[in-house]
Structure formats: structure tokens, C-alpha cells
């Protein structure tokens, strides 16, 4: 049975899509790039920034990238006040499954400015053993951040499985050699998930906890 269980972090525990897109079209205005509808925004969600942009504007300038990530963050992090949330039942179940013995990570296209003021504003920090931001390793699909957390935490990929609304979270997951969960209510259409023969699909957070124990039951 699997010893840790590694989570993207939007659209898969927050539900932070609207916000996500708002911010990205905001900061495209305010640069004079052109408007991008909120379907090409959330196709790119949970990309590192840069290479989110380089998908949302084809032959972007390598000197309007900078300048866009710092819009970005600007509404992300502070202008724009559209509502985010934890989706239903994450607290429980992310202590639920700490109590039972899992070991818990973060896998994120976020940065890591923007990963911690999240864990601040949940509460959540104390659940998880570690976590890797985009700004700080390869972005997705690369597997390179499992294989940091896998390095980190002592465990084999067949220990761990990966957990995540996108595509990206998938490939990342199975270029990493784990297992994957795919998530049904993100940023993703469930169609393009199911490619990656995911060993369950969660239309709600809560049913991993149970997803989980009854796994376990059956293999004891």
C-alpha cells in the first residue's frame, strides 16, 4: 500500500481555478498581450509560469515573461479578490489520513511565495512532510519534482502515488514511474486524465480517505 501520497495543490485542494484565470487576463492586459479566453488559461493551470506563458502567447518575447510573471503575482497574490476555497472535506481528510499513518507531499506548479502564503492562509503546512514549487525544480509534466520528493522522503515511486486535476499531474506521475489519481472537478476535463490509466477516479475529496482504507483491507 502506498506510504505517501503526493497532491497537486490547484484545482485539486483549492478550488482556485476563477481566480487563476482572472489574474493571467489581467496581467495580459496590462502588458498589451492578446486577450486570452478563460479556456486557454485553465488548459495551462498547473504549468510552471513561464512555461504557462510561453503556451498562452506563442513567441512571447523572452523580456515580456518577467513582466508578466510579476503582473500575475500582483493580482494573484493581491489585487484580484476573486473567491477561493478549500474544496469539501480536505481539512478532515488530510488529518484523517496524517493520523492513519500516510505520509503527505505537495507537488505544485505554484511558487514557492505563493505556496506558503497559501499553507499560512489553511492552516494546512502542518499536514504535509515537504513540498516543491515550479520556481524551485523542473516544471510539470517533468517528473523531476517526484523524483526530488522521492529522493527526500527515502521512498521508491511504487511507494508513493500522485494525485492531481491535470494532465500534467498524470504524465508527471507516470513519467515518474507511481501510480496517479486523477481528479474530476479541477481544471481538467476528466477525458483527458483517463489516457493515463489512473488507479481511481475522486469526484469528491473525501472519497480518498475511503478509497484508501478499503484498498488497504483488501491487500491485508
Not at 59 to 64: K, L, N, S
Not at 139 to 163: F, Q, R, Y
Request: aromatic fraction near 6%; hydrophobic fraction near 40%.
Amino acid at each position: 500500500m502506498y506510504k505517501l501520497l503526493i497532491f497537486d495543490w490547484d484545482g485539486t485542494i483549492i478550488d482556485s481555478a476563477a481566480r487563476i484565470v482572472s489574474s493571467m487576463q489581467k496581467a495580459a492586459r496590462d502588458l498589451q498581450q492578446p486577450e486570452l479566453t478563460d479556456d486557454a488559461v485553465r488548459n495551462i493551470i498547473g504549468l510552471g509560469l513561464p512555461e504557462a506563458i510561453q503556451a498562452l502567447i506563442p513567441g512571447v518575447d523572452d523580456a515580456i515573461i518577467p513582466q508578466m510573471r510579476e503582473r500575475y503575482g500582483h493580482y494573484y497574490l493581491d489585487a484580484d479578490d476573486t473567491p477561493t476555497a478549500l474544496f469539501a472535506g480536505v481539512e478532515q481528510t488530510l488529518s484523517n489520513l496524517k493520523q492513519k499513518g500516510f505520509r503527505l507531499a505537495v507537488a505544485t506548479g505554484k511558487s514557492r511565495r505563493g505556496l506558503d502564503r497559501v499553507f499560512a492562509e489553511t492552516g494546512l503546512e502542518p499536514l504535509f512532510e515537504t513540498s516543491r514549487c515550479a520556481d524551485e525544480t523542473t516544471s510539470k509534466p517533468h517528473p523531476h519534482m517526484l523524483e526530488e520528493i522521492l529522493e527526500e522522503t527515502g521512498l521508491n515511486p511504487s511507494d508513493a502515488v500522485m494525485i492531481g486535476d491535470t494532465e500534467f499531474d498524470l504524465e508527471m506521475g507516470v513519467r515518474a514511474g507511481m501510480d496517479t489519481i486523477a481528479v474530476s472537478y479541477g481544471a481538467h476535463h476528466i477525458d483527458r486524465l483517463l489516457p493515463y490509466k489512473p488507479v481511481l477516479v475522486m469526484h469528491q475529496f473525501a472519497e480518498l480517505e475511503h478509497w484508501l482504507t478499503e484498498t488497504s483491507l483488501n491487500r491485508s
